[in-house]
T-cell receptor, first 115, second 115 residues
Framework: NAGVTQTPKFQVLKTGQSMTLQCAQD?????MYWYRQDPGMGLRLIYY???????DKGEVPNGYNVSRLNKREFSLRLESAAPSQTSVYFC??????????????FGPGTRLTVT | KQEVTQIPAALSVPEGENLVLNCSFT??????LQWFRQDPGKGLTSLLL?????REQTSGRLNASLDKSSGRSTLYIAASQPGDSATYLC??????????????FGKGTLLTVNP
């Protein structure tokens, strides 16, 4: 069991470039989440997917799009990167099924720098 | 809007001390509360999860308590060790356990245990 995996681990972009952050989980979890972590701001929710086929905005969705490709995969896309999107991005998943503890599991993160 | 506050922001203690980290939240209508550990440059690791109907959870030298009505949780670490040095994050669920399940995080407490 790899748990939650994220690619890439590091990325440097120039302003205006686009990229997609990939996330996959092998725990058969229903819900998946994207967060960003910034110094002094803590973790903030960007988008989440309660179940396959659904996505919803979190606290800071502007400048991002997501795709729940299937039950395992949830990607985050930056269409036109801005320096304000320099951050560490974490993907997470939660079982969210009858009788399960709604414990959240995190990936190792992607460190993104936009110059 | 749920807000989570963690006090203190940083704590430095000598090895062997028992210590308490505090977490408070503004909306008592939570589904559960989770304590995480984050090592520098790494993702989050779940330490303890307390359901809203529970008062405490224990794992090894860690004990987490929950007083939902007053909006407070504490993480007690017994006999601290240098390996406990990390940032500790508290998170509460927003609302119930259905499709709206998502976490709101505090900014964390940076713990340093000195040999």
């Amino acid at each position: 069991n790899a748990g939650v995996t994220q690619t890439p681990k590091f990325q440097v972009l120039k302003t205006g470039q686009s990229m997609t952050l990939q996330c996959a989980q092998d725990m058969n979890h229903n819900s998946m989440y994207w967060y960003r972590q910034d110094p002094g701001m803590g973790l903030r929710l960007i988008y989440y997917s309660a179940s396959e086929g659904t996505t919803d905005k979190g606290e800071v969705p502007n400048g991002y799009n997501v795709s729940r490709l299937n039950k395992r995969e949830f990607s985050l896309r930056l269409e036109s990167a801005a320096p304000s999107q320099t951050s560490v991005y974490f993907c997470a998943s939660t079982p969210r099924r009858q009788g399960a503890r709604y414990e959240q599991y995190f990936g190792p993160g992607t460190r993104l720098t936009v110059t | 809007k749920q807000e989570v506050t963690q006090i203190p922001a940083a704590l430095s203690v000598p090895e062997g001390e028992n210590l308490v980290l505090n977490c408070s939240f503004t909306d008592s209508a939570i589904y559960n509360l989770q304590w995480f550990r984050q090592d520098p440059g790494k993702g989050l690791t779940s330490l303890l999860l307390i359901q809203s109907s529970q008062r405490e959870q224990t794992s090894g030298r860690l004990n987490a308590s929950l007083d939902k009505s007053s909006g407070r949780s504490t993480l007690y670490i017994a006999a601290s060790q240098p390996g406990d040095s990390a940032t500790y994050l508290c998170a509460v669920s927003a609302g119930g356990g259905g499709s709206n399940y998502k976490l709101t995080f505090g900014k964390g407490t940076l713990l340093t245990v000195n040999p």
